[in-house]
């Protein structure tokens, strides 16, 4: 019943084993597994659809859907709350433990060594050379330490100007903050070479507009859910680093 729970479920099950997924996990704009699980029935959370499918287990996520899942328990309904990972050790366990759960351990192992894999492929930047970084959502919210957002922009090569700030997990930052932080990269939601996001017109700001920002549009698919995709996203934030890193000794 949860956006990021279906996308571990639809990479650890077989199609026969799950009855159904939520509809969100269908839309290719903010899902990761959308062609997978639009061969499945969809659902939208609510306790009567779910128990017509007559489920061994409902895998819920800890803040969403809360009065469905208080319904299925009182229901006698086997329900699993998964909480949600603040960095890439606790996804990686997440995963595991799922698995093991579900029995299919083989699968878990299979989908933990290829995210193993691609991370040891990123290539590592000196602290000291490591530009500075600041995610810029709608509204003026940023993410600061405590977060997996914050673990992804370290693994990446960057520095995370929000957690510097003393930002705890998600908040608001003004504008004269981010300015006066003088961040090499900013970061929003978008696909790339797509400028139609509510974040990208606030660069249009004069405490902005003449700062040289590098851009970098981030799907927010890729880092909305502890799973495979925060890979990408890590990897697409790796050469964003390095490009500011090579411009930097070009100067």
Not at 37 to 51: D, K
Not at 198 to 221: Q, T, Y
Request: charge should be neutral; glycine fraction near 8%; aromatic fraction near 4%.
């Amino acid at each position: 019943m949860n956006l990021c729970t279906d996308e571990l479920a639809v990479r650890l099950l077989d199609p026969a084993r799950l009855l159904s997924v939520t509809w969100l996990s269908q839309d290719a704009r903010i899902s990761n597994v959308a062609a997978q699980a639009r061969r499945m029935p969809p659902n939208r959370g609510f306790a009567e659809e779910i128990v017509g499918f007559r489920p061994d287990l409902v895998i819920a996520g800890r803040y969403t859907t809360r009065m469905t899942v208080a319904l299925l328990q009182r229901s006698g309904v086997p329900v699993l709350d998964l909480d949600v990972p603040v960095d890439v050790a606790g996804m990686e366990k997440q995963i595991g433990d799922l698995s093991i759960l579900l029995g299919e351990e083989v699968r878990g192992q299979k989908l933990l060594s290829g995210i193993e894999r691609r991370l040891a492929a990123i290539p590592q930047i000196p602290d000291k050379e490591k530009p500075g970084a600041i995610v810029l959502k709608p509204n003026g919210f940023t993410v600061g330490r405590g977060s997996l957002v914050d673990d992804i922009l370290t693994r990446a090569g960057l520095r995370n100007l929000a957690a510097e700030q003393g930002l705890e997990r998600y908040g608001q930052v003004p504008l004269e903050i981010i300015a006066d932080a003088r961040p090499d990269i900013l970061i929003v939601d978008g696909e790339p070479g797509d400028g139609r996001t509510l974040a990208f017109e606030i660069l249009n700001h004069p405490l902005l507009k003449h700062l040289p920002l590098h851009i970098v549009r981030l799907p927010s698919r890729l880092w909305t859910c502890a799973g495979p995709g925060v890979v990408d996203a890590i990897a697409l934030l790796s050469r964003a680093a390095i490009d500011v890193r090579k411009e930097r000794r070009g100067s």
